[in-house]
């Protein structure tokens, strides 16, 4: 008989207790400073890594194609410190040669690449060591 008269009671006490629990709370929170969030703001500052392509600064790279037993394009003009890299995509090796002998890849394989730095103004022909009916032009301008 008494324990019904108890439940209502506990109910009541739990119910004040909570209620004055979230009261307390709230004062707290509004005191704690929100704002600190803003300084992480700054992480977008981290996206300036795009400004890691110096291609248009100098080194730039020029592509050349050696396909179906030709240089493509055959002529190529490029500002004096680029680099032109040729790739084979046939399933023959060719080479990359000076016609006056300043520079020879050696065998480019299937798949392979030869690069070269032309880092002096003038026009420089070349032909494949291998099918010398293959020929290509370096024009390099100041
Ligand atoms: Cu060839």
Known sequence: MN???F???SLAALT???????????????A????????NTPMPDMTVAPTNTP???????VDVTIK???????????KVGTTVRWTNQDSASH????????WDSGNVAQGATYSRVFDTVGTFAYHCGIH??????????S
Do not use: E, Q
């Open 16 to 30: 004040f207790f909570l209620v004055s629990c979230t009261g307390a709370a709230a004062p707290a929170a509004t």
């Open 55 to 61: 291609v248009p600064g100098g080194s730039a790279i």
């Open 3 to 5: 324990t019904t008269r």
């Open 132 to 141: 010398p009916s293959m020929k290509g032009t370096v024009i390099v301008t």
């Open 32 to 39: 704690t400073p929100m704002p600190p969030m803003p300084s």
């Open 95 to 102: 080479s990359v040669t000076s016609d006056t002998g300043l």
């Open 68 to 78: 179906n037993f030709a240089f493509n394009p055959p002529s190529i003009t490029v």
């Open 7 to 9: 439940v209502p009671l």
